[in-house]
């Protein structure tokens, strides 16, 4: 889901990008036909081409307004350019706080995934893993994401760094102590400690 979250942020972001473009083609086209216009009434033969370049804008227009419906699943109110571009950056903050979402819920199935090797239970990870199920529902059903799906998205969240200090293996001598003096803080120093000594490890990894 995450891979095609990011393709339709491209593809609208594409879009938006040749919308623009039109934009300005239609700005100077409207130039050129108001020129046209006084020198006609001036008795001055049109400059040629004209009629060329309204017809290669509007088949143009007619290309992008069909991608735009497709993109979006639905025919905009109105077939103007401002208001599908309109449609369309709404469209993309939509697929914004989709990725958004689908990213913090990730790093949720990732902490309760996790798994503690040792003989006996860890009540730490136990009770963590309790939090972030209860957090999970939570960011599923908001209307929007929250600060903390935020955080959780951009890599922000203690979650996240007790992920990098279990999981990671390439962490410089100071990354490893900043990530467990961190984690201590944050979760508590049995978890931090398990995390730095590998002791938490993905389920079937």
Do not use: C
Not at 117 to 123: A, H, I, R
Not at 140 to 168: C, D, F, W
């Amino acid at each position: 889901m995450q891979a095609t979250v990011s393709t339709g942020i491209a593809e609208v972001e594409r879009l938006i990008s040749e919308g623009q473009r039109l934009q300005q083609r239609l700005g100077e086209l409207g130039e050129v036909l108001r020129q046209t216009a006084l020198q006609l009434e001036q008795g001055t033969p049109a400059q040629s081409g004209v009629t060329a370049q309204l017809v290669e804008v509007s088949k143009l227009l007619e290309g992008w307004y069909t991608q735009a419906e497709q993109l979006l699943g639905r025919s905009p109110d109105e077939l103007v350019l401002p208001k599908v571009m309109e449609a369309l950056y709404g469209h993309k903050h939509q697929l914004e706080l989709a990725q958004i979402r689908q990213q913090a819920l990730d790093v949720l199935e990732d902490i309760s995934a996790l798994a503690y090797q040792g003989s006996e239970e860890f009540l730490p990870l136990s009770g963590l893993q309790f939090d972030a199920l209860s957090l999970l529902r939570d960011i599923q059903t908001a209307p929007v994401p929250g600060e903390t799906a935020r955080a959780l998205a951009a890599g922000k969240h203690p979650y996240n760094a007790l992920l990098r200090l279990a999981l990671e293996p390439s962490l410089s001598n100071e990354e490893w102590l900043a990530l467990l003096q961190h984690l201590s803080q944050e979760l508590g120093t049995e978890l931090a400690v398990a995390a730095a000594r590998r002791q938490l490890v993905l389920s079937g990894s």
